[in-house]
C-alpha cells in the first residue's frame, strides 16, 4: 500500500491569487495523479503527473491555469493559479501502487474555497 | 468512451445487508474498484477486483462481477452505521492508467 499526505488540507483564499498543494507518498510511485471533486460531485482527473517531463493533461484543463511539478517519484506539487470562485473544491492527489501498479491510492485531499 | 453509473442513494437499517450496484460501458476494463469517502475525508480503498474474476471476499465485504452485464456490485453485511459514506465505483483499462470513477452512492444507515 501507499500512505499519501496532502497539505494543506483546506483553505481559503482571495480571488485572483494562486495556491499550491503538496503531495508526498511514503514509497516511490510510477503514477501519480491530480483530480477534483466539486461539491457533491464525483471525482474529475485533472492531470497526470509525469516524473521528469511535463504534465499531461485532460481535456478542459491547461497547464497555466494548474501547473504541475513532479520532481522525483515520490512527490508532486498542483498549483491553482489566478483563482476564481468556480476553482472552489476540492483537490486530490493520487498514486498508483502495487506491482503490477493496480491500487490506487488518494490523499485526504485539499478543501479550497476562493472568495 | 469510458462511464460508470452508479444509483446515488441507498437506506438501510442497521444489521441489514447493504447491496451497492455499478455499471460500465468499457468492455476492456480490467480493473474495478469500490472506494469509500467519509465526510470531509479522501477516498479509502475498500477492495478491487480483476476483470477474469466474478467474485471477491473480504471480511464484510463482497464483490460480484458480472462481465457479461458490465455490472458490478458491493454487498456490505450486517452494515453498521459507521458504514454510512459515499461509495465511488471506479474503473481502470489497465494498470499504470488513471480511474474512472462513477458518481457515487450515499449510503445511510438507519439505526
Known amino acids: 500500500s501507499a500512505v499519501i499526505s496532502q497539505k ?12 499550491t498543494i503538496q503531495c508526498q507518498v511514503d514509497s516511490q510511485v510510477t503514477m501519480m495523479f491530480w483530480y477534483r471533486q466539486q461539491p457533491g460531485q464525483s471525482l474529475t482527473l485533472i492531470a497526470t503527473a509525469n516524473q521528469g517531463s511535463e504534465a499531461t493533461y485532460e481535456s478542459g484543463f491547461v497547464i497555466d491555469k494548474f501547473p504541475i511539478s513532479r520532481p522525483n517519484l515520490t512527490f508532486s506539487t498542483l498549483t491553482v493559479s489566478n483563482m476564481s470562485p468556480e476553482d ?18 488518494f490523499g485526504q485531499g485539499t478543501r479550497l474555497t476562493v472568495v | 468512451g469510458e462511464d460508470v453509473e452508479q444509483s446515488l442513494f441507498l437506506s438501510v437499517r442497521e444489521g441489514d445487508s447493504s447491496v451497492i450496484n455499478c455499471t460500465y ?4 476494463s480490467t480493473y474495478l474498484y469500490w472506494y469509500k469517502q467519509e465526510p470531509g475525508a479522501g477516498l479509502q480503498l475498500l477492495t478491487y477486483i480483476f476483470s477474469n474474476m466474478d467474485m471477491k471476499q473480504d471480511q464484510r465485504l ?50
Not at chain 2, 465511488?88 to 450515499?106: M, W
Request: proline share 4%; glycine share 8%.
Open chain 1, 8 to 19: 494543506p488540507s483546506r483553505d481559503i483564499c482571495q480571488r485572483g491569487t494562486s495556491l
Open chain 1, 88 to 105: 472552489s473544491s476540492i483537490y486530490l492527489c493520487s498514486a498508483l501502487a502495487g506491482v503490477p501498479a493496480t491500487e490506487a491510492f
Open chain 2, 25 to 28: 460501458t468499457d468492455s476492456s
Open chain 2, 62 to 111: 463482497t464483490v460480484l462481477l458480472n462481465k457479461k452485464d458490465k455490472h458490478l456490485s458491493l454487498r456490505i453485511a450486517d452494515t453498521q452505521t459507521g458504514d454510512s459514506a459515499i461509495y465511488f465505483c471506479a474503473e481502470s483499462i489497465t494498470g499504470n492508467t488513471p480511474l474512472v470513477f462513477g458518481k457515487g452512492t450515499r449510503l445511510s444507515v438507519i439505526a
